[in-house]
């Protein structure tokens, strides 16, 4: 479990996407899929009615063209009713394939709305830990290629590639059918094969279109800096030498972009020699059928059209190919950070946590982050309900810590946390922090308005409450001096508020969730002295019928604590309150001392 921790999963490179995970994909396409059956069958019945269409008009093309034929008819009727029905095919086969899309996209929106929601619920279910080592720039893009990926492929298994292989397989049905089984193998190997050639080609060429791509972007930098650079090729009179390394850049890249372009040259020839040489067999057949007079003419032309039809979509393939092999790579990583399980995880079965009183205890809690660098060693505390407990130590002791276990981000490598004398790690999470109030020691705000912050400890407040908080956190005169109040935009991360401002804001926000077990860490380091007594003040009338933690370094903050433990590299070095400690003469003397000097 510890191994897995600030592993992030890199993307796999294109090629990795193997056999397995392909199939993997798909069947998690399926359930999203027939989430609509009504829909998918609607779209499923106008894309048989679009591709009828299309396999007819060949037919009644024939039946014009024999109708005009002199060798079967001694006069010639023009058959007018069959060129109106050729039309309205031609009408109709563009038509249900517009209604398939509008039918079915509704699927996919829906789908992809489906997909993304899970894994940005899965996100905010995934550790602390995973959210210190990721990289929000990457997963965010991850997410979003991901679920157009997840769109992509939908539309085209069910536009492209099924259309073409029901199509493919009514027209060899209607060879079959029609002229015998000749016709049918024909269109079948040579769809085969050219499917086959294409595969290979596009798997042989990605390597030339990297290439490119890579050189491109190559020359395009070097060509950039040394633009930039323009005073310093001038201070060397280095102009040649620049060009002439320039030019070497170009001469790769011409020469990349020349194999790009013959291995194109080669992918659609060979097509093309496919297509010629099927559709020639099957003209050589139906020749010496209309010869032998086993065919008629409007036979040979059907044929024709039928192959021609047949092979329109499959110029597409290559392209289609690569994009679903892309679109396969982006789902799977996407797919990946959904497979990622947290490692804080509700045991089954666990029950909510009943708080009467509001009761902590450590006992014995040993932790650490890295399992080389222990960081809490058999901790054992106890804070009785209603009572205040002060931490205070060296940076780095692991004060934060505390804080961090007891909000169960992290579990205990050994020992127990217990509130109210229930583990706290077999009920839930949610009922945890519930009753648990944060101030942390960096504030991080919304990018919205001060009073959207603050509603955010509890959304369904009263304006009064609200304003209560506000004056309580000694933010009435801030906001009264803004020209936009309380509608204030406080930017990213909080960056257009003071660090005070944003403290004071957090501490606003627990104010109004008023839980009953409160934990401030470095609740007012960044206010100025006299703010900071003002707000003590006013945190102590909150923790007054609260069991608070208070993580400190200014020690006067905490003076009038029940209890003081002075933690030194995750083991207690001392406790008491504040008189005893005086009198134990040791480290927190000691810095008693040294910070009533510096005030
Ligand atoms: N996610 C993490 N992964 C690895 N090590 C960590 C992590 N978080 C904290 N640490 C380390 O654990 C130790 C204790 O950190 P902690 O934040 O608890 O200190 P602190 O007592 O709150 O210090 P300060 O007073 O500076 O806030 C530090 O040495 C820190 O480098
Ligand atoms: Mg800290």
Redesign the pocket.
Known sequence: MRSSRGKSRRPLPENMVDKKQTREVLLMLLPYLLEFKGRMFAAFTLLVLAKVAVVTMPWVLKVVVDGLDRAQHQIIVVPLLFIVFYGLLRFGSVFFSEARDAVFSRITERAMRRIVLRVFEHLHALDL?FH?SRQTGGISRDVERGGNGFGFLMRMLVFNIVPTLIEMSLVAAILLFNFGAWYALITILSVGVYIYFTVTITEWRNRFVREVNQLDSKTNTRAVDSLLNYETVKYFNNEAYEALQYDQNLAGWESARLKNRMTLMALNSGQALIIATGMMLMMWLAAEDVASGVMTIGSLVMINAYVLQLFMPLNFLGMVYREVRRALTDIENMFSLLKREPTIKDKPGAGELQVSQGKIEFRNVCFS??PE?P?IQNLSFTVEPGQKLAIV??????????A?LLFRFYDPDSGDILIDDQPICSVTQLSVRKVIGVVP?DTVLFNDTIRHNVIYGRPDAEPEEINKVIEMARLKRFIEGLPEGDQTEVGERGLKVSGGEKQRISIARVMLKNPPILLF??ATSALDSESEQAIVGALNELAEDHTSLV?A?RLSTVVDADHIIV?QDGKIAEQGNHQQLLAQDGSYARMWNLQQSDD
Do not use: C, F, N, V
């Not at 130590?393 to 505390?402: D, E, R, V, Y």
């Open positions: 830990e210190l982050y890295q660098r960081i130590g060296a940076s780095g002791a692991g004060k934060s810590t505390l961090r020691q860490d470095e993580i370094h933690l």
